[in-house]
Structure formats: C-alpha cells, structure tokens
C-alpha cells in the first residue's frame, strides 16, 4: 500500500476534515475520528467516493478507553500510525467567574487531555518506525489571551506547552512535533459561535486580517501537509502561524 497511515481528530468537518482531504490527496491511508458520526459518516463516504483510502471512527476524544480501542482498530484496518493531527476541539465563553468546575474539567479534558491521549496512543508506532509527524491544533488566543475564555486558553496554552515537550523528547527518535495555532478560520464552529453572538461575523472579523480574510480549512491543511512531509523533518517543536499576519 502506498503513503503512510495518517490518524486525524476532529475529522467530520471544519479544519479537521479540510487536513483529511488534504492527506487523502496526498496519497495517505486515513483514519477520520470525531464524535459526530452522521457528519463523519457522510465526510468518510466522499472521500471513498473519490478512491481514497478512509476509515471513520466514532470517538470522544476525552475517553481514553475508546481512543485506545480506536488507534488499536487503525494499527489492524490501515497499518501503523506515523502521521497525527489532533485537531478536535471544543471552545466556550463565559466570564471567568461563571466558569463551573464541570465547564473547566470538560474543555480541558476534550482539548488538552484528548490531544495528550493522542499523541501518547500513536507515539509507539512512531518508535518503532523511525519516523513519525505530529501537528497539534491550538490558537493564537493562548498567545494573546481573550476575554471569557479563560478555560478555552488554558486548554491551548496547555496544547503549545506539551507540543513543545513532546519535540524534546522524541527528536531523537525521527518524530517531529510542532503546533499550528489558528486565529480566524472559517469553520462551522467559528459560524455557530457567530450565530449565537458570541463573536462577529466572520467578514467583519476577516477585516481585520492583515491578508484581508479569514483563513481556511484548506489554508490549515496545506501547512499540516508540508510539516507532515519528508521535506519538513528539521522542523521541529515550532509555532506554525497560519493566520493570515493577524498574529506575528
């Protein structure tokens, strides 16, 4: 079979099925997990109709036992992981003082110990080959801070942290790990959070972007596709900043 076995979260739609598609074409075998399963259902099923080589797997990313039976089911249906993108997130505004420890725990547990847990379940197959790549998702409000989301910036300055420990220590072991940390994208998250007021609208906020627009799943999944090549194997424990020049 060719390419190599690339696992991503996240997958059913917005970034994390823009870097499926994107690895698809790349020639990738893949394994989409997400925790919507009519999304991933139909997202899998268009890119099997365009003779890639899919795998959708129905997943919280915050349970630990279903992760390790789902990266158990990648090994055995594509072959072992050397290729990982977490990319599944959750995001929340509220005040800091309305923040309840269930709200805390819960943010923290998706984004931070859900990309932990990913990592940890896909770094032996990287061992043993010699080779891996590894893009965590995290966001340029962990750089900056924001207002009313103090959980939501912990859980991703959390995300750049572990990025950088987990370069540290595999480096020597041909695995490359580095954090892509978006500001302004046009997803169905970032739409339903415009929907319900809790941001501008995209356009209005796209304005603000030195580039002139909000950026892209596709603008995303090109730059995971180059740091996850054998072209970007001396990059290593860096901050990606894909965002159009609205962070530098």
Not at 17 to 36: E, K, N, P, S, T
Not at 155 to 170: D, M, N, P, Q, W
Request: with cysteine.
């Amino acid at each position: 079979m060719s390419g190599r076995v690339a696992v991503v979260t996240g997958a059913a739609s917005g970034m994390g099925l823009g870097i499926a598609r994107q690895f698809a074409d790349d020639g990738h075998r893949v394994a989409m997990l997400d925790l919507d399963s009519a999304g991933l259902r139909d997202a899998a099923a268009g890119l099997s109709e365009r003779g890639h080589t899919v795998a959708p797997f129905e997943v919280d990313v915050a349970d630990r036992g279903s992760l390790e039976r789902v990266f158990a089911s990648v090994r055995y249906t594509l072959g072992p992981t050397t290729i990982l993108v977490t990319s599944a997130g959750v995001e929340a505004f509220d005040p800091a003082l309305d923040i309840s420890p269930e709200k805390w725990d819960r943010i923290l547990a998706v984004n931070l110990t859900g990309t932990f847990t990913c990592m940890q379940l896909a770094l032996p197959d990287m061992i043993e080959a010699g080779w891996g790549r590894i893009v965590t998702i995290s966001s340029s409000s962990a750089q900056s801070g924001a207002p009313n989301m103090a959980h939501y910036v912990a859980s991703k300055g959390g995300v750049i942290g572990l990025t950088k420990a987990f370069a540290r220590e595999f480096a020597r072991n041909g695995i490359t790990v580095n954090t892509i940390p978006p500001t302004i994208v046009d997803t169905p998250m970032a739409r339903h959070a415009e929907a319900i007021g809790n941001v501008p609208s995209i356009e209005q906020m796209g304005r603000m972007v030195p580039l002139g627009r909000a950026g892209t799943s596709e603008d995303i999944a090109a730059a995971c596709s180059f740091l996850c090549s054998e072209q970007a194997g001396y990059i290593t424990g860096q901050l990606i900043g894909v965002n159009g020049g609205m962070y530098i």
